[in-house]
């Protein structure tokens, strides 16, 4: 989508979930050209709180193991109705119990996706993702361990993983409803959970969906409501001018999982166009 920014925007969000979670991002994403757009953010996830042991079960205090993950992507729109793009995208994490110990960084990701306007109220766009520089294009990454000075006992060592493939399609429907405007999205996820080029064993894979609606009740005003693999999610968004009139978006969510029985209210986000 970023070859159909019409401003530079400048995007923040943070959220504080039950069991000590917590999250946020950074973005900013401008059109070059008319047909080339660029957008560069930071990801960031993690836990507080969280009770560390050493080798032998004994309390070492607290951690706060975090993940930050970034990435740099450019987007070329190629007719009125189609669009590509490419993102570079890096990770990095840190359990926080000293010593290295689960660190994990990793470079050369690739994301690459193409968009598509069939009508001005239908688009699709379908993204691969976490495709790596190798002959099997596999997001392989190595997680670190040391155990010295850190009271879990003296080794070091290694660990292999990867991010599983991840192919995203997704649709979007906007229509008028009862004098409204609405807003209507899905997308279905496949993870492939082998490190190979491609499987297609039905063990090696596995799915997840998401939908969501969106009302505009009043000028600069929207409801939301949204499902993410079973977890309910009930927010709004609302736009005021700022500074010779620049508009800023802000949005809440309020987040139901496990069941509807955790919720989290502490979501929101904040969306500067300049």
Known sequence: LLPFQKKPTLGFGTEVRSLDRNGGYVSFQERLTGNLGIGIGVINRGDFNVPAYDGDENSIGTARPQAFGS????????????AFGVTLQWYTSNLDVGGGVGNVNFVGGVNLGWYRRFADSLSVGVVIRNLGFNERLSADFSQTVLGDDNGIGGFEGSNEDFFPKTVVVAGEWRKT???????????????????????????????????????????????????????????????FPWHRRRPVQFDYALLLERGWTTFNPYAVGLKILF
Not at 71 to 82: A, F, I, M, P
Not at 211 to 230: F, M, P
């Open 71 to 82: 990435y740099v992507g450019v987007g070329l729109r190629t007719s009125r109705q189609n």
């Open 177 to 239: 409803l009862f004098h409204f405007p609405w807003i209507f999205a899905a997308e279905i996820m496949d993870y492939q959970l082998k490190s190979s080029l491609f499987t297609p064993n039905p063990a090696f894979h596995t799915q997840a969906m998401r939908v969501g609606v969106e009302c505009g009740i009043a000028e600069g005003t929207q409801l939301r409501l949204g499902s993410d693999r079973g977890d309910l999610s009930f927010g709004f968004g609302y736009a």
